[in-house]
């Protein structure tokens, strides 16, 4: 190959640029931005960490400084996920303080998170659902701060650790 070195999954040899007839621009995805994904996983690996007593067994176990809020989370995580499988409507029920019933919209529902982790719910149960919604919250949160910090500073590294 003419003026670089030998390719290596079309990228050169010298400092990772592109391979001949690429640019940058055109360079695939993952190889720009391989990067930029350590970081997220990272926070997922830590975040595992973090709920690791839960994620041991999580319908015996709950967090010491939060149970009550726990409890709650996970009845709303299953009314969630009975709303959409019963057709039933979600923001009312008389399953709790019956015989008047109660407004979810008045709670702090968690009908935004129920929907989307309604399978792991109905598969696994609400503590599952409740351990898998924690883990990654908590992960997506360090993700989000990292892509907000990488576009003011320089350093993925800074970024990774203001993320963190």
């Known amino acids: 190959m003419a003026g670089g070195g030998s390719t290596v999954d079309g990228l050169t040899a010298e400092h990772g640029a592109p391979a001949a007839g690429e640019t940058a621009a055109t360079a695939p995805w993952i190889r720009r931005r391989w990067p930029d994904l350590v970081p997220p996983v990272g926070?997922?690996?830590?975040?595992?960490?973090?709920?690791?007593?839960?994620?041991?067994?999580?319908?015996?176990?709950?967090?010491?400084?939060?149970?009550?809020?726990?409890?709650?989370?996970?009845?709303?995580?299953?009314?969630?996920?009975?709303?959409?499988?019963?057709?039933?409507?979600p923001f009312v029920t008389g399953a709790v303080n019956a015989p008047d019933g109660v407004n979810l919209l008045a709670n702090t529902s968690l009908l935004g998170i129920a929907v989307p982790l309604a399978p792991v719910t109905l598969l696994f149960g609400p503590a599952v659902s409740y351990v898998t919604a924690m883990t990654l919250g908590l992960a997506a949160t360090g993700a989000g701060w990292y892509a907000l910090l990488r576009r003011a500073v320089p350093s993925r590294l800074g970024a990774a650790v203001g993320g963190g």
């Open 43 to 89: 926070y997922l690996l830590l975040s595992l960490w973090v709920f690791r007593r839960l994620w041991a067994d999580p319908g015996g176990r709950r967090l010491e400084w939060s149970f009550q809020d726990q409890t709650q989370h996970e009845w709303f995580l299953a009314w969630g996920a009975h709303a959409l499988t019963s057709v039933v409507h």
